[in-house]
């Protein structure tokens, strides 16, 4: 029996020294790991956990840098900015012990986030098994956060970055990966994309707050808080469906703000990109009317600095909320962030963003932003969609017709017309765009505060 009690006692001090030692082991943050892409031009936070004033080095390339752990065993240091590299590189950490990151590309990196149609995988959409075939494409890397919720801002989540292959990306998102391989095939530098996006959710848990309350953080809380310290160029969004019927079109534009500039502080960059996709017309769950006033306040929400938005109202699914073509939806924020962040000005990024209008005695004559390569029916067809009214706010059916850069409206039963709406319902399938093929977005020049994104 003595023995017995002898040799457990062994191996529980054995135990007890292993552990030890285990937590005295440098480590690092999950996001850094084989095959992950540093971004560019940016200096670079590399962060950990180790033994209470333990010395760390970071090597990288040319760089190394030390720094040791604090009194709660957190450390973190900051690579100088790097250029674009495609050639894989090793990230070495050491303390007592050594950690070897590999495959380390250094290029663009962004996040994508929002409800379904972010997450929506390259399982589920348009020429999904071509698309999958295709995406042999090593220099994409893919970072996959998992659908989890948390109280308190989390430290760490559990996920890895994987070089792109076919088998790797059927279960990412869609949006994510056409824009990411938009990126890479315009800048020809190696792309990081994060995807992080939860099916139904509202925009609310996507937002920080120092005092959580009922609906707000728990998913920012543990899918955004352990990734914001990661250096990245910005944000890629969308979302907005499970808002639409709260009716609450303002105080979705001051969530977005809230969430933006919340982001932004988090990340410590005033100009992080934010993209976002206004939602599609669908016939089903959206009550009349509230889907139009989200449009309104997405359009509004350009006015704040650094942000685009991505109109798709000609590529939706009246018959489903999840329009299966994410091709173009990944394609057209790419855009934005091909002129805003890349200096490729020539690029035509946004379709027709109204802007202004005149009276002209019995007509209106509309003024749009991103329309001088030219208006156009896109189907060739005259165009439609679009009501006018008088003084007693009763909009009918108009008649409207391209004039170089404006279109003129009018119908003949309001000879002093006042105001126009565009789109401006649940089942619009409008056919006005610009020469590119990037749609206009639904309007009403009604109390109009939109913006332009210029």
């Not at 292993?18 to 850094?32: E, G, I, P, W």
């Not at 180790?50 to 009194?71: C, M, P, R, W, Y």
């Not at 042999?136 to 760490?156: C, M, S």
């Not at 565009?422 to 009604?446: C, I, M, R």
Request: negative net charge; charged residues 20%; contains cysteine.
């Amino acid at each position: 029996m003595k023995l017995l009690i002898h040799r457990l006692l062994l191996a529980s001090l054995a135990f007890v020294y292993s552990s030890s030692f285990v937590r005295a082991d440098v480590s690092l943050s999950n996001l850094f790991s084989d095959h992950m892409v540093l971004q560019r031009n940016f200096t670079v936070p590399v962060w950990g956990k180790a033994l209470a004033g333990e010395v760390i080095t970071v090597a990288f390339g040319n760089q190394s840098h030390q720094t040791k752990a604090d009194n709660a065993g957190k450390w973190a240091i900051e690579l100088e900015p790097l250029k674009a590299n495609a050639k894989p590189h090793e990230l070495v950490v050491r303390g007592k012990n050594i950690i070897t990151i590999k495959d380390v590309l250094v290029g663009e990196v962004w996040i994508g986030s929002g409800q379904s149609n972010m997450e929506w995988t390259m399982s589920n959409t348009h020429n999904a098994e071509e698309a999958i075939a295709a995406a042999d494409q090593p220099n994409i890397r893919l970072f996959l956060v998992p659908k989890v919720k948390a109280a308190q801002p989390a430290e760490d989540l559990v996920a890895e970055w994987k070089a792109c292959s076919p088998e790797a990306v059927k279960s990412f998102s869609a949006v994510s990966y056409f824009f990411a391989r938009e990126l890479h095939n315009r800048l020809d530098v190696p792309i990081g994309i994060i995807a992080s996006s939860w099916g139904g959710s509202r925009i609310e848990p996507w937002i920080p707050t120092a005092e959580p309350t009922a609906g707000y953080s728990e998913m920012y809380n543990a899918m955004i808080a352990p990734i914001v310290r990661y250096a990245m160029r910005g944000a890629i969004w969308y979302q907005g469906e499970s808002n639409v019927n709260d009716g609450e079109g303002p105080t979705y534009r001051d969530k977005m703000e809230n969430l933006i500039n919340s982001w932004r502080q988090k990340w410590g960059l005033e100009d992080f990109s934010f993209y976002y996709v206004s939602i599609a017309p669908f016939k089903d769950f959206y009550q009349p009317g509230n889907l139009p006033r989200l449009w309104h306040y997405q359009t509004e929400a350009l006015k704040i600095p650094h942000t685009g938005m991505a109109v798709v109202c000609d590529i939706g699914n009246l018959n489903d909320i999840h329009p299966r073509n994410k091709l173009d939806v990944g394609r057209r924020l790419a855009l934005w962030a091909l002129a805003k962040n890349y200096g490729q000005n020539e690029l035509v990024y946004s379709g027709p963003l109204y802007r202004s209008m005149d009276i002209d005695g019995n007509k209106i004559r509309l003024h749009f932003a991103h329309s001088n390569s030219g208006l156009v029916s896109r189907d060739g067809q005259s165009l439609n969609e679009f009501q006018i009214a008088a003084a007693d706010g009763k909009f009918i059916p108009a008649q409207a017709a391209i004039d170089g850069e404006t279109v003129v409206v009018s119908a003949k039963d309001v000879p002093q017309p006042e105001n126009v709406r565009f789109a401006w319902h649940k089942l619009s399938n409008a056919n006005l765009s610009n020469e590119e093929g990037l749609p206009a977005a639904p309007f009403t020049t009604e109390n109009w505060r939109g913006g332009t994104g210029e």
